[in-house]
Protein backbone atom coordinates (compact mmCIF):
# COMPACT_ATOMS: atom_id res chain seq x y z
CA UNK A 1 0.00 0.00 0.00
CA UNK A 2 2.70 2.33 1.00
CA UNK A 3 4.30 1.98 -2.24
CA UNK A 4 1.70 1.99 -4.07
CA UNK A 5 0.89 5.80 -2.52
CA UNK A 6 4.56 6.50 -3.25
CA UNK A 7 4.17 5.51 -7.01
CA UNK A 8 1.40 8.44 -7.23
CA UNK A 9 2.90 11.10 -5.53
CA UNK A 10 5.95 10.59 -7.70
CA UNK A 11 3.77 10.45 -10.57
CA UNK A 12 1.74 13.74 -8.93
CA UNK A 13 5.60 15.18 -9.11
CA UNK A 14 6.51 14.48 -11.74
CA UNK A 15 3.55 15.50 -13.81
CA UNK A 16 3.45 18.87 -12.00
CA UNK A 17 7.16 19.02 -12.86
CA UNK A 18 6.37 18.45 -16.50
CA UNK A 19 3.82 20.76 -16.38
CA UNK A 20 5.95 23.69 -14.95
CA UNK A 21 7.94 23.35 -17.42
CA UNK A 22 5.66 23.25 -19.91
CA UNK A 23 4.91 26.67 -18.79
CA UNK A 24 8.59 28.30 -18.29
CA UNK A 25 9.03 27.68 -22.21
CA UNK A 26 5.46 29.07 -22.81
CA UNK A 27 6.84 32.08 -21.24
CA UNK A 28 10.01 32.01 -22.98
CA UNK A 29 8.49 31.80 -26.31
CA UNK A 30 6.60 34.72 -25.47
CA UNK A 31 9.24 37.18 -24.15
CA UNK A 32 11.36 35.93 -27.19
CA UNK A 33 8.60 36.96 -29.14
CA UNK A 34 8.03 40.58 -27.73
CA UNK A 35 11.76 41.10 -28.16
CA UNK A 36 11.82 40.23 -31.48
CA UNK A 37 8.76 42.77 -32.12
CA UNK A 38 10.25 45.24 -30.77
CA UNK A 39 13.36 45.15 -32.61
CA UNK A 40 11.38 44.84 -35.93
CA UNK A 41 9.37 48.23 -34.62
CA UNK A 42 12.79 50.15 -33.49
CA UNK A 43 14.60 49.23 -36.38
CA UNK A 44 11.69 50.62 -38.73
CA UNK A 45 11.34 53.78 -36.45
CA UNK A 46 15.25 54.18 -36.77
CA UNK A 47 15.19 53.16 -40.69
CA UNK A 48 12.15 55.51 -41.13
CA UNK A 49 14.27 58.74 -39.64
CA UNK A 50 17.80 57.56 -41.53
CA UNK A 51 15.81 57.82 -44.75
CA UNK A 52 13.66 61.25 -43.84
CA UNK A 53 17.21 62.72 -42.80
CA UNK A 54 18.99 61.66 -45.98
CA UNK A 55 16.20 62.67 -47.90
CA UNK A 56 16.15 65.95 -46.41
CA UNK A 57 20.34 66.32 -46.77
CA UNK A 58 19.99 65.51 -49.92
CA UNK A 59 17.18 67.94 -51.21
CA UNK A 60 14.67 64.80 -52.33
CA UNK A 61 12.34 66.34 -50.37
CA UNK A 62 11.14 70.23 -49.93
CA UNK A 63 13.26 70.94 -46.72
CA UNK A 64 10.41 74.10 -46.07
CA UNK A 65 7.80 71.81 -45.57
CA UNK A 66 9.03 68.41 -44.33
CA UNK A 67 12.67 69.67 -42.57
CA UNK A 68 14.46 66.71 -41.39
CA UNK A 69 15.22 65.06 -37.89
CA UNK A 70 18.43 66.91 -36.66
CA UNK A 71 16.34 69.85 -37.22
CA UNK A 72 13.28 69.34 -35.63
CA UNK A 73 15.41 67.47 -32.81
CA UNK A 74 17.71 70.72 -32.35
CA UNK A 75 14.27 72.57 -32.47
CA UNK A 76 12.82 70.57 -29.28
CA UNK A 77 16.17 70.77 -27.66
CA UNK A 78 16.36 74.63 -28.09
CA UNK A 79 12.76 74.83 -26.85
CA UNK A 80 13.47 72.71 -23.85
CA UNK A 81 16.59 74.06 -22.99
CA UNK A 82 15.03 77.70 -22.72
CA UNK A 83 12.02 76.43 -20.92
CA UNK A 84 9.89 77.59 -23.17
CA UNK A 85 8.52 73.86 -24.51
CA UNK A 86 7.30 73.18 -20.69
CA UNK A 87 4.93 75.64 -20.95
CA UNK A 88 2.55 74.59 -23.24
CA UNK A 89 3.99 70.85 -23.16
CA UNK A 90 2.00 71.20 -19.03
CA UNK A 91 -0.93 72.63 -20.22
CA UNK A 92 -1.79 70.43 -23.13
CA UNK A 93 -1.23 67.29 -21.00
CA UNK A 94 -3.09 68.83 -18.11
CA UNK A 95 -6.10 69.22 -20.83
CA UNK A 96 -6.14 65.56 -22.07
CA UNK A 97 -6.00 64.37 -18.53
CA UNK A 98 -8.95 66.15 -17.59
CA UNK A 99 -10.82 65.79 -20.63
CA UNK A 100 -10.06 61.73 -20.98
CA UNK A 101 -11.21 61.26 -17.38
CA UNK A 102 -14.12 63.31 -17.90
CA UNK A 103 -14.94 61.73 -20.80
CA UNK A 104 -14.73 57.89 -19.50
CA UNK A 105 -15.91 58.79 -16.61
CA UNK A 106 -19.46 60.88 -17.66
CA UNK A 107 -19.44 58.52 -21.12
CA UNK A 108 -19.64 55.16 -18.55
CA UNK A 109 -22.35 56.83 -16.27
CA UNK A 110 -24.37 57.90 -19.34
CA UNK A 111 -23.92 54.39 -20.36
CA UNK A 112 -25.38 53.33 -17.05
CA UNK A 113 -28.48 55.19 -17.05
CA UNK A 114 -29.34 54.20 -20.56
CA UNK A 115 -29.04 50.59 -19.99
CA UNK A 116 -30.89 50.80 -16.77
CA UNK A 117 -33.95 52.46 -18.57
CA UNK A 118 -34.99 51.02 -21.95
CA UNK A 119 -37.23 54.01 -22.20
CA UNK A 120 -34.37 56.12 -22.55
CA UNK A 121 -32.52 54.52 -24.84
CA UNK A 122 -35.24 54.60 -27.29
CA UNK A 123 -35.27 58.23 -26.65
CA UNK A 124 -31.81 59.25 -26.79
CA UNK A 125 -30.59 56.52 -29.48
CA UNK A 126 -31.01 58.62 -32.68
CA UNK A 127 -29.86 61.71 -30.84
CA UNK A 128 -26.46 60.06 -29.49
CA UNK A 129 -25.72 58.71 -33.61
CA UNK A 130 -26.70 62.26 -35.11
CA UNK A 131 -24.21 63.92 -32.55
CA UNK A 132 -21.36 61.48 -33.02
CA UNK A 133 -21.88 62.21 -36.51
CA UNK A 134 -21.61 65.90 -36.58
CA UNK A 135 -17.83 67.10 -37.00
CA UNK A 136 -16.88 68.39 -33.45
CA UNK A 137 -14.48 71.55 -34.66
CA UNK A 138 -17.75 72.74 -36.07
CA UNK A 139 -19.11 73.26 -32.62
CA UNK A 140 -16.05 74.93 -31.62
CA UNK A 141 -17.04 78.70 -32.00
CA UNK A 142 -20.31 77.66 -30.03
CA UNK A 143 -18.30 76.61 -27.12
CA UNK A 144 -15.69 79.28 -26.90
CA UNK A 145 -19.04 82.00 -26.61
CA UNK A 146 -20.85 79.59 -24.19
CA UNK A 147 -17.73 79.24 -21.87
CA UNK A 148 -15.34 81.72 -23.21
CA UNK A 149 -11.72 81.18 -25.10
CA UNK A 150 -9.87 79.08 -22.70
CA UNK A 151 -9.38 75.77 -20.87
CA UNK A 152 -13.34 75.05 -20.26
CA UNK A 153 -14.06 75.81 -23.94
CA UNK A 154 -11.02 72.98 -25.06
CA UNK A 155 -12.28 71.03 -21.98
CA UNK A 156 -15.76 70.96 -23.25
CA UNK A 157 -14.46 70.07 -26.55
CA UNK A 158 -12.95 67.42 -25.87
CA UNK A 159 -15.54 66.41 -24.25
CA UNK A 160 -17.86 66.50 -27.19
CA UNK A 161 -15.26 64.00 -28.54
CA UNK A 162 -14.89 61.10 -25.43
CA UNK A 163 -18.28 60.83 -24.24
CA UNK A 164 -20.48 60.02 -27.14
CA UNK A 165 -17.75 57.62 -27.82
CA UNK A 166 -17.11 55.95 -24.25
CA UNK A 167 -21.21 56.33 -24.02
CA UNK A 168 -21.69 54.46 -27.50
CA UNK A 169 -18.88 51.73 -27.07
CA UNK A 170 -20.22 51.16 -23.16
CA UNK A 171 -23.69 50.66 -23.87
CA UNK A 172 -23.35 48.15 -26.64
CA UNK A 173 -21.11 46.11 -24.57
CA UNK A 174 -23.86 46.09 -21.91
CA UNK A 175 -26.01 44.99 -24.66
CA UNK A 176 -24.31 41.78 -25.94
CA UNK A 177 -23.85 40.69 -22.85
CA UNK A 178 -25.11 36.72 -22.60
CA UNK A 179 -28.84 37.00 -22.37
CA UNK A 180 -28.83 33.64 -20.50
CA UNK A 181 -27.16 35.10 -17.78
CA UNK A 182 -29.68 37.59 -16.82
CA UNK A 183 -32.24 35.17 -17.27
CA UNK A 184 -31.11 33.15 -14.85
CA UNK A 185 -30.51 35.61 -12.43
CA UNK A 186 -34.04 37.24 -12.81
CA UNK A 187 -35.56 33.72 -12.76
CA UNK A 188 -34.03 33.63 -8.73
CA UNK A 189 -35.64 36.76 -8.49
CA UNK A 190 -32.90 39.12 -8.77
CA UNK A 191 -33.21 43.18 -8.95
CA UNK A 192 -31.94 45.12 -11.97
CA UNK A 193 -29.52 46.35 -9.35
CA UNK A 194 -28.25 42.53 -9.06
CA UNK A 195 -28.37 41.77 -12.79
CA UNK A 196 -26.12 44.80 -13.53
CA UNK A 197 -23.49 44.53 -10.47
CA UNK A 198 -23.64 40.16 -10.74
CA UNK A 199 -23.78 40.02 -14.51
CA UNK A 200 -23.91 43.05 -16.56
CA UNK A 201 -21.08 45.24 -15.29
CA UNK A 202 -18.44 42.00 -14.70
CA UNK A 203 -18.68 40.56 -18.52
CA UNK A 204 -18.09 44.22 -19.55
CA UNK A 205 -15.78 45.23 -17.56
CA UNK A 206 -13.07 43.92 -20.63
CA UNK A 207 -14.67 46.46 -22.69
CA UNK A 208 -14.62 49.41 -20.69
CA UNK A 209 -10.91 49.25 -19.90
CA UNK A 210 -10.18 48.90 -23.21
CA UNK A 211 -12.34 52.22 -23.92
CA UNK A 212 -9.54 54.44 -21.96
CA UNK A 213 -7.18 53.30 -24.78
CA UNK A 214 -9.75 54.55 -27.56
CA UNK A 215 -10.36 57.54 -25.11
CA UNK A 216 -6.01 58.46 -25.53
CA UNK A 217 -6.42 59.61 -28.58
CA UNK A 218 -9.42 60.81 -28.59
CA UNK A 219 -8.33 63.22 -25.56
CA UNK A 220 -5.73 64.27 -28.10
CA UNK A 221 -7.27 64.89 -30.81
CA UNK A 222 -9.95 66.95 -28.98
CA UNK A 223 -7.48 69.26 -27.01
CA UNK A 224 -5.72 70.15 -29.67
CA UNK A 225 -8.55 70.55 -32.12
CA UNK A 226 -9.24 72.94 -28.68
CA UNK A 227 -6.43 74.78 -29.13
CA UNK A 228 -6.08 75.22 -32.87
CA UNK A 229 -9.30 77.54 -32.15
CA UNK A 230 -8.15 79.12 -28.70
CA UNK A 231 -5.36 78.68 -27.06
CA UNK A 232 -2.74 81.20 -26.74
CA UNK A 233 -0.55 78.30 -24.72
CA UNK A 234 -0.04 74.84 -25.42
CA UNK A 235 1.07 72.54 -28.62
CA UNK A 236 -1.93 72.71 -30.62
CA UNK A 237 -1.39 76.59 -30.42
CA UNK A 238 2.75 76.11 -31.37
CA UNK A 239 1.66 74.02 -34.38
CA UNK A 240 -1.05 76.81 -35.35
CA UNK A 241 1.87 79.52 -34.75
CA UNK A 242 4.15 77.55 -36.86
CA UNK A 243 2.23 77.68 -39.47
CA UNK A 244 1.80 81.35 -39.62
CA UNK A 245 5.07 81.90 -39.56
CA UNK A 246 6.28 79.76 -41.75
CA UNK A 247 8.23 77.89 -39.24
CA UNK A 248 7.25 74.10 -40.31
CA UNK A 249 9.88 72.48 -38.26
CA UNK A 250 8.56 73.86 -34.96
CA UNK A 251 5.31 72.09 -36.82
CA UNK A 252 7.11 69.18 -36.54
CA UNK A 253 8.39 68.95 -33.62
CA UNK A 254 5.39 69.79 -31.90
CA UNK A 255 3.88 67.12 -33.88
CA UNK A 256 6.86 64.71 -32.64
CA UNK A 257 6.45 65.58 -29.15
CA UNK A 258 2.53 65.17 -29.07
CA UNK A 259 3.36 61.30 -30.46
CA UNK A 260 5.82 60.66 -27.71
CA UNK A 261 3.53 61.86 -24.86
CA UNK A 262 0.24 60.27 -26.11
CA UNK A 263 2.01 56.99 -26.81
CA UNK A 264 3.67 57.01 -23.17
CA UNK A 265 0.15 57.61 -22.27
CA UNK A 266 -1.30 55.51 -24.06
CA UNK A 267 1.49 52.30 -22.64
CA UNK A 268 0.28 53.77 -18.93
CA UNK A 269 -3.43 52.81 -19.63
CA UNK A 270 -2.09 49.61 -21.26
CA UNK A 271 -0.57 48.83 -18.00
CA UNK A 272 -3.07 49.90 -15.71
CA UNK A 273 -5.30 47.39 -17.95
CA UNK A 274 -3.08 44.91 -17.58
CA UNK A 275 -2.72 45.10 -13.64
CA UNK A 276 -6.90 45.52 -13.87
CA UNK A 277 -7.54 41.98 -15.32
CA UNK A 278 -4.88 40.48 -13.78
CA UNK A 279 -6.57 41.51 -10.09
CA UNK A 280 -9.29 40.17 -11.54
CA UNK A 281 -8.49 36.90 -12.59
Known sequence: MNSVLRSDEVIR????????????????????????????????????????????????????????????????????????????????????????????????????????????SKVLDPYMVVFNSMPKVALGPIFIVMFGAGFMAITITTLSITVIVTTLVVYNAFKEVDPNLVKVVRTFGGTRRQIFNQVILPASFPTIISTLKVNVGMAWVGVIVGEFLVAKIGLGYLIIYGFQVFNFTLVLASLMIIAVVATAMYQLVVYIERKLLAHRQ
Open 13 to 120: RDRGSSLDALHQAHLRRQRKLRAQVLSVQMAILVLFFALWEVAGRLKWIDVLLFSYPSKVFAQIWKDAVSGELWGHLGVTVGETVVGFLLGTIVGTLLAVLIWWSPFL
